[in-house]
């Protein structure tokens, strides 16, 4: 249902960009965004956008990280910019769908893809 790509090494300070696509039956998109798990610690969000076009970013990535979504396409993209090492993790895409009407909603994860910053 969400199919993630992107991610992989970099040093400190470059770019990464993770995409996510959504994909079968889909009434509508409530909500979509990334989160980020290390080892031994929660998944923590980073950024989300909702269908209206709000976005919400962790503190630790403002100013960095560029979140945006492609309605048509049911596709988000994280732009990552100035990573630093605690930028570390595995990346999960997420999104809130309503499949076939809009009153039932359900969570969906994609697959992690791993970033990892090397400082």
């Known amino acids: 249902q969400l199919q993630a790509s992107g991610g992989g090494l970099v040093q400190a300070g470059g770019s990464l960009t993770l995409s996510c696509a959504a994909s079968?039956?889909?009434?509508?998109?409530?909500?979509m965004g990334w989160y980020r798990q290390v080892q031994g610690k929660q998944r923590e969000l980073v950024a989300q956008?909702?269908?209206?076009?709000?976005?919400n970013y962790d503190d630790s990535v403002k100013g960095r990280f560029t979140i945006t979504r492609h309605i048509a396409k049911n596709t988000v993209i994280l732009q990552m910019n100035s990573l630093k090492a605690e930028d570390t993790g595995v990346y999960y895409c997420?999104?809130?769908?309503?499949?076939?009407?809009?009153?039932?909603?359900?969570?969906?994860w994609g697959q992690g893809t791993q970033v990892t910053v090397s400082s």
């Open positions: 079968g039956s889909i009434f509508s998109i409530n909500i």
């Open positions: 997420n999104a809130d769908i309503a499949p076939y009407n809009p009153q039932d909603r359900y969570v969906y």
């Open positions: 956008v909702t269908m209206g076009g709000d976005v």
